[in-house]
């Protein structure tokens, strides 16, 4: 069995229930209105569809937006009749989980034997990692009780 998750090609707008139904119920103008204000600005995206999960709204695009992309779409939302402005607590991409695994690393080094912040530590210098969160510290496993190697 397989499950959907969330694509980069959606935008989640956290927001009042009200105000989503409101959105939903029209979708087909707000998207016809959203695709004509995208156009106009010269963007490179097309919003497909609307839908209601929860107390949000999504809107799947055919590809990625930009940054300026999503400002364009949150003063679009904005300028919908009917709306209250307070309750939409502003737009975001889906961000994604994964794990990585480090093989094959010495588990004694000249200065000591490597540990889970200082691993966290070379993570957070270097720029592949710039923008990564990570959901706990390292765990670092010895490959073997005789070996001198570890997995990260």
């Known amino acids: ?13 956290p927001m ?16 016809t209105n959203l695709n004509e204000c995208l156009k106009n600005s010269k963007a490179d995206i097309i919003a497909d569809f609307i839908c209601m999960s929860n107390n949000r ?14 400002s364009r779409i949150e003063d679009f939302l904005k300028k919908i009749n009917n709306i209250n402005l307070d309750s939409i607590e502003g737009l975001y991409l889906p961000k994604s989980k994964s794990f990585m695994k480090i093989i094959e690393l010495p588990y004694n080094l000249e200065w000591g034997v490597l540990t889970p912040d ?9 720029h592949l990692f ?9 765990h670092i496993i ?3 009780p005789k070996s001198d190697m570890i997995v990260v």
């Open 118 to 126: 200082f691993i966290e530590g070379i993570l957070k210098e270097t």
């Open 130 to 138: 710039k923008d990564i969160v990570l959901a706990s510290k390292p």
């Open 1 to 13: 069995m397989t499950t959907r998750r969330s694509s980069r090609k959606e935008v989640i707008i």
């Open 142 to 144: 010895k490959t073997s």
């Open 57 to 70: 709204i999504i809107i799947t695009k055919n590809c990625p937006a930009s940054p300026s992309e999503l």
């Open 16 to 31: 009042a229930k009200s105000n989503a139904k409101l959105i939903v119920k029209s979708a087909h103008i707000h998207i």
